[in-house]
């Protein structure tokens, strides 16, 4: 049976995550009766989120992840975003996208389905990327703010003992990179990005 699981998110908890809630609800008896909700206040620029975490975690395969538009789900770096759409795939996901009206017909199989998985594919990379840039932007006209003023950030320090941990655990071999994520208490993001650093 398949579930539509829709995930909305805004980024600060001043921001109504549950904006688009009843819309999509609608929405989402296109595809099936059975929907379940994932609502947060959280950053999209983030990999590890907890409700959406918990959407990954719960989905089975053919289920519809279901979002109102490709920034609710991602303004996240190419390297993390390629990791949620593997997670995505992985899952056997189908990716709705309200306001991208072409993956509306992803249920469909055959040559069309084939056609439009394609299409698709490229302008959620495209949405993605766009989200993010605008993220980007948005985060360099507040530090040029903040310069102009007079303010210098500190940016934040890797945890260097979660950091070791991680290195310790990729080296037994004997641990996924899931399971050495919730080991240490990070996003799987984080074991990726150190993976990558040795």
Same mark, same amino acid.
């Given at each position: ?41 959280? /950053? &999209?620029?983030?990999?590890? @989120?907890? $409700?959406?975490? @918990? ?19 991602? @303004?996240? /770096?190419?390297?993390?975003?390629? =990791?949620?759409?593997?997670? !995505? ?6 990716? !709705? ?11 469909? #199989?055959?040559?069309?389905?084939? !056609? ?7 302008? =959620?990379?495209?949405?993605?990327? +766009? ?9 360099? @006209? ?7 003023? &007079?303010?210098?950030?500190? &940016? ?11 290195? $310790?655990?990729?080296?037994? #071999?004997? +641990? ?10 990070? &996003? ?11």
């Amino acid at each position: 049976m398949v579930v539509v699981r829709i995930y909305v998110r805004a980024s600060t908890k001043d921001q109504d995550a549950e904006r688009a809630l009843a819309d999509l609800v609608e929405f989402s008896q296109n595809y099936a009766s059975d929907n379940i909700s994932y609502v947060e206040n959280f /950053s &999209g620029t983030l990999l590890n @989120r907890p $409700q959406l975490n @918990r959407l990954l975690n719960e989905s089975k395969s053919g289920d519809v992840l279901l979002v109102e538009s490709v920034d609710r789900l991602s @303004r996240l /770096s190419q390297q993390d975003f390629e =990791i949620l759409k593997h997670q !995505i795939k992985q899952k056997g996901l189908k990716l !709705i996208v309200a306001d991208l009206p072409t993956t509306h017909h992803l249920i469909k #199989e055959g040559i069309t389905g084939d !056609i439009l998985s394609v299409i698709n594919a490229m302008l =959620i990379d495209l949405l993605a990327t +766009m989200a993010r840039l605008d993220n980007d932007k948005r985060n360099e @006209r507040i530090k040029q703010g903040l310069l102009r003023s &007079g303010y210098k950030p500190q &940016g934040k320090a890797p945890n260097r003992a979660k950091h070791e941990r991680i290195k $310790q655990l990729l080296a037994l #071999e004997t +641990m996924t990179k899931e399971e050495v994520a919730k080991a240490v208490g990070v &996003g799987v993001a984080t074991v990726y990005r150190v993976a990558k650093l040795n």
